[in-house]
């Protein structure tokens, strides 16, 4: 049931996300449905069922409950409001979208009802069990694949979704810490990524927490000058020597790629400076990345 705090009723809610305006959305596994809680007044909470059906399985693409899940596992959002699911016993992942005051839900990866731990793009992808699922800063999707005992990652590309392994080898239970395929888990179940790109996956069958050490770029922490309308932009951050940077900048938070500005830049001092002199308009956010 929809409805006001304790009005409200789940079955085996499994997992759950916050997005960036503190709406939490549940992946409520037997109803097989996505439910959203919306913060009121005087600390209340208000529960409506964004997508599917409860208590009907099944796998439909759709708008709010013409969609269909089967048991879900987890979720993540991103900051457009995207949500992400992991339909665990579909063996899919799906992706519902806000447009306009409705959901709309598609499939991303994965084929319905297909076990499998193939990579691939898209739907020549396979997946087994998918149970946890996480968002790093790149939009990248991290899923822990649990009957496969593998750790896969979702790369956007386009309007396409590339899936690869990145960690454990499929099929091949085991506790072995190592690089990439040389590791070895036993049905992990959930993750999560912090701000560094490292991956924590609850281990589950062998009760343990490992992390996972991406190959990252970082951001550096550009100070800027703020000048009159009309004026060009400085920039200046702490480098290291040796390494190259890139500026990047949006005009919009919203907007899901960053723009370079200008050519990388080769650190040979600790402090480097750049000009925007194309700022004359409007807003810009910067952000500055060192290159691997």
Known sequence: ANGT?????????AGVAVDMAGNVYVADQINSTIRKL??????NWTVTTIAGSAGVNGNTDGTNSTARFYWPSD????????????????????????????YVTTTICGV???????????????F?????????????????????SVVRKITPVGTNWVVSTVGGLAYAIGATNGTNSTARFDTPCGL?????????VADTYN????????????LAKPNVLIVPAGKSVFLSWQAQAGLTYQVQFKTNLLQVTWLNLGSPILATNTVLPFMDVSATNGQRFYRVEALP
């Open 192 to 200: 999560c990524i912090d701000g560094n790109g490292v991956v924590y």
């Open 207 to 218: 009760q343990t927490i490992r992390a996972g050490s991406m190959v990252y770029p970082f």
């Open 128 to 148: 087994d069990g998918p149970s946890g699922i996480a968002l790093d800063v790149f939009g990248n999707l991290f899923v822990a694949d649990s009957y496969s």
């Open 112 to 126: 319905v009802g297909v076990n499998g731990s193939l990579d691939g793009t898209n739907n020549t992808a396979l």
């Open 75 to 102: 979720l993540t959002v991103d900051a457009s409001g995207n949500v992400f699911v992991a339909d665990t016993f579909n063996n899919t992942i799906r992706k519902i979208s806000p447009v306009g005051t409705n």
């Open 38 to 43: 919306t913060p009121l007044a005087s600390n």
């Open 5 to 13: 705090n304790a009005v409200a009723r789940f079955y085996y809610p």
